[in-house]
């Protein structure tokens, strides 16, 4: 019907390097600047947020306390409460980090959210993984710890044959995967729902009068995709800082 | 085994591999769509209840939005595998 083919997925996520040797570590691709990006907006941000400390802030000053503000109240205080302090600063360079890699998925020129690569929210996750397991070791001891994780308080005895196993399962296989798997998949589908209503809309624009007037119709459908996506951008962020926030309180807290 | 039979069935039919996937992550949508629909609907009415409890509902309503949603999302990935 249309005389386009969707591209397949490696032609919309794989991106050729342009520097470096292909294939090997040190290869800079497009992923990679958004990484740079990243960091470097992380550190704009905060360097001209800190610079005056003015006691009435404005500006950079403003945004940069609204952020730690935000994470403080909206997801320290509510996931772990006032020993979940120390945490805030890991948590407020993920939910920054994870934040500006998925926007660039709508900055034009770029429009790649780096979070679409497995490798990205699989590095992030594995990082979480190990922060919230270690302090739950330095919290409560390594062996007490795995008592902690594994044996939920309450449970007769015969059935900690069947808790064990599941709990072993959930909390130290299936948790990391299913926080990668969140923000990859919903980053990637956003990604290619965008590239879908792009490619259609390429289509059918400008290859006659019938087909220019039917194309307005994804064109509406990619404008508010793309703005649908802003949201998608910040949620997922958000929704990754606070299972961070919520692993984390499940490693540290100590049972009543 | 009966992913077996569906595949020999969808040999039969001419249904494609491409062809499954896509259906059975449309099945495997509509679990974790009822869900959060309820789930939704339940925090929107517990906040019109008591708007002053509405930011710790909104955190608890996201928390679980995401353990939801991961099905789906799993689903969606496995879509790409089975290709």
């Known amino acids: ?256 | 085994m009966s992913a077996i039979v569906l595949a020999q069935a969808a040999a039969e039919s001419g249904l494609t591999d491409k062809g499954i996937a896509a259906l059975t992550y449309g099945l495997g949508a509509i679990g974790p769509g009822i869900g959060i629909g309820y789930l939704v609907g339940q925090s929107v009415q517990a906040m019109a209840r008591q708007p002053e409890s509405a930011g710790m509902v909104r955190t608890t309503m996201f928390l679980g939005i995401a353990f939801v949603e991961a099905l789906a999302l799993i689903g969606f990935v496995v879509f790409f595998l089975a290709q």
Do not use: C
């Not at chain 1, 996931?79 to 934040?99: A, I, Q, R």
């Not at chain 1, 990205?120 to 902690?148: D, N, Q, R, T, W």
């Not at chain 1, 995967?177 to 390429?202: D, E, P, Y």
């Not at chain 1, 990754?240 to 499940?250: C, D, P, Q, R, S």
């Open chain 1, 1 to 256: 019907m249309f005389a386009t083919e969707f591209p397949p997925l490696s032609h919309i996520v794989n991106w050729p390097g342009f520097a470096g040797t292909e294939g090997e570590w040190y290869e800079f691709n497009k992923i990679v600047l958004v990484y740079v990006f990243a960091i470097l907006m992380i550190g704009a941000f905060f360097f001209f947020g800190s610079r005056k400390k003015a006691l009435v802030p404005k500006g950079t000053q403003n945004l940069a306390e609204m952020a730690v503000d935000f994470i403080e109240e909206g997801i320290v205080m509510d996931t772990m409460g006032e020993p979940g302090k120390k945490y805030s600063p890991f948590l407020l360079s993920l939910f920054l980090f994870v934040w500006f890699t998925n926007i660039f998925g709508i900055i034009p020129v770029i429009q790649m959210p780096a979070s679409a690569r497995i490798a990205l929210p699989m590095f992030l996750a594995l990082l979480a993984y190990f922060v919230y397991h270690i302090s739950g070791m330095i919290e409560h001891g390594p062996l007490k710890y795995f008592k902690h994780a594994l044996v939920p308080p309450g449970v007769p005895a015969a059935l900690l044959l069947l808790v064990v196993p599941i709990e072993f399962i959930s909390k130290f296989l299936v948790q990391p995967f299913s926080h990668t798997v969140r923000l990859f998949a919903n980053m990637l589908a956003g990604h290619i729902l965008l590239v879908t209503f792009g490619v259609l809309t390429a289509a059918l624009i400008g290859t006659g009068v019938l087909a220019t007037f039917v194309g307005v119709l994804p064109l509406i459908a990619l404008i508010f995709f793309t703005l649908f996506e802003v949201l998608v951008a910040f949620l997922q962020a958000y929704v990754f800082t606070l299972l961070t926030g919520v692993y984390i309180n499940a490693a540290i807290s100590h049972d009543h």
